[in-house]
C-alpha cells in the first residue's frame, strides 16, 4: 500500500506539495486540474497538459494516482439537454486526460445529492444511475476509471455501504468504483472492517480518518487512533485482503501555529506508516 497526499491537503501549489512528500517520503498524490491555469480557463485539462503535470512527480518518484475534475459535482451531467451534454462532454474530457496520463482514476461526487423526498431521491438515484452508466463506459475506454467519494452532510447523497450497494448493483460494471471513507462508513453506523471485504474490489482509494461520534449524533474529527474507528485495525484487513492502492490521511484535527496543515498530516502519515510496519 502507498500512502498518499490527498487534493489540497498542505497546499495547492505542486511544487510545495512534491516537496512536502520528498521529505516525508510519501509516494503517492490525489492531484486536481484546478492546478493546471489552463485547464481552469478551458475547463477540463488535455492530454498533453496531463503529461507535462505529472513529469515533477515521476522525477521525485511520486505517483498520482487520482485526478480531481476542475468543476464537481456538476448537476447537468444527468441532463439530457444540449446545457447536460455539453458538460458530461467536458467531465468526460478529464477520463481522456487521465487515460492518456495513465492516472488510474477520476474522483467525483453524485451529481444529484439534495432530494427532499423519498419520490425525489428515488428519481434522482435513478438519473445518477444513468450517469454512472455512461460515464463507467467512456472511463473504460479511456483507459481510467471512476471513484466516487460521498457529500456531506450524510443526509445527502451516496452514504454508507447501503447506499454504495444500491450504487454498485445498478451499474455493476467494474469502472465504477469508490472511495472508500473510513469515517464515513462509521458515521453511517457501518463497521467498517465488516463491509471492507464487498467492497474490495471496487475501492480505488482509502481516505483514512477518525471519529468521535456522541450520543447526540455530533462528531469529532480526531486523529487517528484516537476515535472509535481503529484504522489500524481496518489498515491490516485491507492488506489482508490484497488491496494494494493509496491509503490517505484526511479531516485531521486542528493543530495551532505556524505550518499547522503541515504538522496534522506528518502525524497522520506516522500512524499510517505504523499501521503498515511489517505489512509490505
Not at 435513478?126 to 452508466?133: G, I, K, L, S, W
Not at 485491507?238 to 496534522?264: C, D, M, Q, T, W
Request: hydrophobic share 40%; net charge negative; proline share 7%.
Amino acid at each position: 500500500m502507498k500512502v498518499c497526499l490527498r487534493t489540497h491537503m498542505v497546499s495547492d501549489d505542486p511544487a510545495i506539495r512534491i516537496d512536502y512528500c520528498t521529505q516525508l517520503g510519501i509516494t503517492a498524490v490525489q492531484e486536481s486540474a484546478k492546478s493546471i491555469a489552463s485547464a481552469v480557463e478551458r475547463g477540463w485539462p488535455t492530454a498533453a497538459e496531463m503529461r507535462e503535470y505529472r513529469k515533477p512527480f515521476d522525477a521525485a518518484g511520486i505517483e498520482i494516482i487520482g485526478l480531481e475534475p476542475v468543476r464537481e459535482p456538476v448537476r447537468e451531467w444527468v441532463d439530457e439537454t444540449p446545457a447536460g451534454r455539453e458538460a458530461f462532454d467536458i467531465f468526460a474530457r478529464h477520463l481522456d486526460a487521465a487515460g492518456a496520463a495513465d492516472i488510474p482514476c477520476v474522483t467525483l461526487h453524485p451529481p444529484l445529492d439534495d432530494a427532499k423526498t423519498p419520490q425525489e431521491s428515488s428519481e434522482q438515484f435513478a438519473r445518477n444511475c444513468d450517469f454512472y452508466v455512461r460515464a463507467s463506459e467512456h472511463a473504460r475506454r479511456a483507459g481510467t476509471r471512476l471513484a466516487t467519494h460521498s457529500p456531506w452532510p450524510p443526509a445527502k447523497g451516496l452514504w454508507g455501504a447501503r447506499a454504495y450497494d444500491s450504487l454498485f448493483d445498478a451499474v455493476p460494471t467494474p469502472d465504477n468504483g469508490m472511495i472508500f471513507c473510513f469515517g464515513c462508513m462509521a458515521m453511517c453506523g457501518d463497521d467498517v472492517r465488516s463491509v471492507l471485504p464487498r467492497f474490495i474490489d471496487r475501492t480505488f482509494m482509502v481516505h483514512v480518518r477518525d471519529v468521535v461520534i456522541h450520543s447526540d449524533g455530533q462528531v469529532d474529527e480526531v486523529f487517528p487512533g484516537d476515535g472509535e474507528v481503529r484504522p489500524d485495525t481496518a489498515i491490516a484487513l485491507l492488506h489482508e485482503l490484497g488491496y494494494r492502492g493509496a491509503i490517505a490521511p484526511e479531516h485531521l484535527p486542528k493543530v495551532f501555529g505556524e505550518r499547522r496543515n503541515e504538522i496534522a498530516m506528518a502525524y497522520a502519515v506516522g500512524y499510517c506508516r505504523a499501521a503498515l510496519a511489517g505489512r509490505a
